[in-house]
């Protein structure tokens, strides 16, 4: 590993972890759509997601799947950004690359990170894995910027982009309904109603209607 490695290695196992349920660090930074702030997205859901470089075959399945999904998240209000620490001229080859090889337009902005500025901040950096190259992380930040959810892969798995947005759906109806969702939840299916706080809310629930198998586990058509 050579000093400039080092010290982005070091950079990276000093930046404090980032915690659900706090504010996504706001960012400015260079794209292929042009300059962009995470400021500037507040009042709608971002899923922010770093790739470990372009012109790679795993890292072009995944945007390729990305790239089909967006509209389905944009009926959801949500906007994609994409990250790697390539330069925004190597981003916009590879777009045209895929887009010329592969069929797929790329329509979401992706994030030329050449300092790692961004990819340090989020935590993207694992020196475990590599010290020059982000692994593929997805960070989902809703209205008011906070962080909602985390996912990390390894360098050399391709991730679900069915449970990306299913995540998606069940952030979203838990926000809408109050509820929480069961493993393997979808629309349509049923979701837990929050478990009572006190005795009294125990002693009244299994009377409430919902489809109960115990006081504590009751679930409910949304």
Known sequence: M???EESTAEQAQARPMLHLGETAPDFEAVTTHGP???SDYKGGWVILFSHPADFTPVCTT???GFAKMHPELEKRGVKLIGL???SVHSHIAWVRN???KMG???PFPVIADLNMNVG???GMIHPGQSATAAVRCVFVIDPDQILRAMIYYPLSTGRNMDEILRLVDALQAADKYGIATPADWRPGDQAIVPPPATTDEAE???GEGYDCKDWYFCKKTI
């Open 62 to 64: 995944e945007f390729i």
């Open 104 to 106: 797929v337009k790329i």
């Open 36 to 38: 962009i702030k995470l």
């Open 2 to 4: 050579d000093m400039d």
């Open 120 to 122: 340090t901040l989020y």
């Open 98 to 100: 895929i887009e010329e």
């Open 84 to 86: 790697s620490v390539d």
């Open 204 to 206: 009244k629930r299994l």
